[in-house]
Each structure stands twice: as structure tokens, then as C-alpha cells.
């Protein structure tokens, strides 16, 4: 699933004419750098939820024929967040682990090995060292166990039946925007009310349910969904070419 619904405000002026999905990089959208990369490593279906310009969206899917089968979730109502907008695309998802990736995330990340190593968990965050404002917390077993924005100094622990971790002792690290969450937890989401942030579900999710990080030191990420960075994303992506 890419999530391509939010508004794009940061890209602003270009976003009052577009979609960010459709905001290009090196000549192309950057809608169709995701679905190049997720055709690349085997996907053959992708639900992409879209709201604002949303007609745009599926005028350019169908025009521009990629080899996967793409599948809507319509938010044009109401945007329902990541969370939300998972839960919305549910009918479409089908059984079994759902790769989630934000549209506006550039990254030299195997999604194919990220995707191997989240068996047996509900739901698996792809992670790396890199310097921002917010973490989310691991436990030695790679266990999430709670979020922290250091700017404002707010944290949230999950909530454990039993009530042990030893939450001093918990490494901070800082998520990528690629996810998967298996359908398994789906139902937990009837929970929660029509909208809400997908981060916050894992924190609950993870006192009842494995969820699991996964660090990639070799991550190479950019997020583009702001003037600043898209100005850099050519670079960044020719970069990334030159390694290989």
C-alpha cells in the first residue's frame, strides 16, 4: 500500500495545483518511482488510498500503465490518517502481511529483505540511526516498547498486561515511513475511531501483539515532502544510482 491521501502542505505552491503523488523527481512523479521499485522486487497488486486530487491520481494510473495491478481507497470524504486510511483499504489488503510506504520517502532500502523479516510478527517498522526529533523505543530483542519527540520532551511507553521492561535501558530509533503489518491485527483496529495515526495503533498493538523493529544501517532515506528536500532529491537519487 502507498499512502498517497495527505494534502502535501509542506510542498505548497506546487501542491495547490497537484497532488504530491504527482510532484516529480528526476522527470518522473513520485508515485512512479514507488510503484518502479515495488515492481521491481515481485508486487503485483498495490492499493493506494488518495484524497486530495484524487481525480488526478487515477487519471495518471491510467494513462501510465506500470505492470501491477493498482486498487483505490477512496478518502475523498475525510482523510483518516495512516491509521485510518489502513484500516479504510482493509476489503482491498487481503490476508497475510501488507508492505505499507509513504509516497514521498526516497530510500535505497531493500524492500524485498525488509519484507522476509517480518514473519511471525503483527507488524514490522523498517529503522535507522539518523538524527530527528521523534524516536520509537526498542528493547534489546528489537521489541517496540514506546515513542519519544525530544523536542517537546513527551514520551509514551506501551502498555504491558504484565507490567515488566525496563524502559531506561531502551534504544531510540528513528522510523523510515516503510512498514507491514500482517492482517492478523487488523481487527484490533475496530478499537479505534475512523481516524487516527498508525504509529499509535502499533504502541497498543505491541502490548498485545509482537511488533517488531528491524534497523538497516546501510539506509539511505530522503523524505521529499518539503521544498527544502525536493530540491535535493535529483542529487540524492543519482547518488543512490552511482552506488549501485
Given at each position: ?183 492478523s491485527a487488523f481487527p484490533l483496529m475496530d478499537e479505534w475511531p475512523e481516524k487516527f495515526p498508525i504509529i ?42 552511482a552506488r549501485g
Amino acid at each position: 500500500m502507498i499512502f498517497a491521501a495527505g494534502l502535501g502542505t509542506r510542498l505548497k505552491p506546487l501542491t495547490d495545483h497537484m497532488p504530491k503523488a504527482l510532484v516529480e523527481v528526476a522527470g518522473k512523479p513520485l508515485l512512479q518511482h514507488q510503484l518502479e521499485k515495488l515492481r521491481s522486487i515481485g508486487v503485483k497488486r498495490v492499493v493506494i488510498n488518495v484524497h486530495h486530487f484524487a481525480d488526478m491520481i487515477e487519471e495518471w494510473v491510467r494513462e501510465h500503465p506500470m505492470g501491477v495491478e493498482v486498487l483505490f481507497s477512496d478518502e475523498r470524504e475525510a482523510l483518516l490518517e495512516t491509521g485510518g486510511g489502513i484500516r479504510k483499504a482493509r476489503p482491498l489488503l487481503g490476508e497475510g502481511r501488507v508492505l505499507i510506504h509513504n509516497c514521498d520517502i526516497l530510500s535505497n532500502a531493500d524492500l524485498k529483505s525488509f519484507y522476509e523479516k517480518g514473519e511471525g510478527a503483527a507488524a514490522t517498522l523498517l529503522l535507522s540511526e539518523r538524527k530527528t526529533s521523534r524516536y520509537l523505543l526498542f528493547d534489546n530483542e528489537m521489541n517496540l516498547q514506546g515513542w519519544t519527540n525530544i523536542s517537546t520532551g513527551e514520551v509514551k511507553y506501551v502498555s504491558h498486561p504484565d507490567g515488566i521492561c525496563d524502559f531506561s535501558q531502551l534504544r531510540p530509533l528513528a522510523f523510515s515511513g516503510i512498514h507491514q503489518i500482517d492482517s492478523s491485527a487488523f481487527p484490533l483496529m475496530d478499537e479505534w475511531p475512523e481516524k487516527f495515526p498508525i504509529i499509535d495503533f502499533y504502541l497498543s498493538l505491541a502490548g498485545r501483539m509482537k511488533v517488531r523493529g528491524v534497523v538497516d544501517n546501510s539506509l539511505q532515506l530522503m523524505d521529499v515532502g518539503k521544498q527544502e528536500t525536493l530540491a535535493e532529491a535529483e542529487s540524492f537519487l543519482s547518488a543512490l544510482a552511482a552506488r549501485g
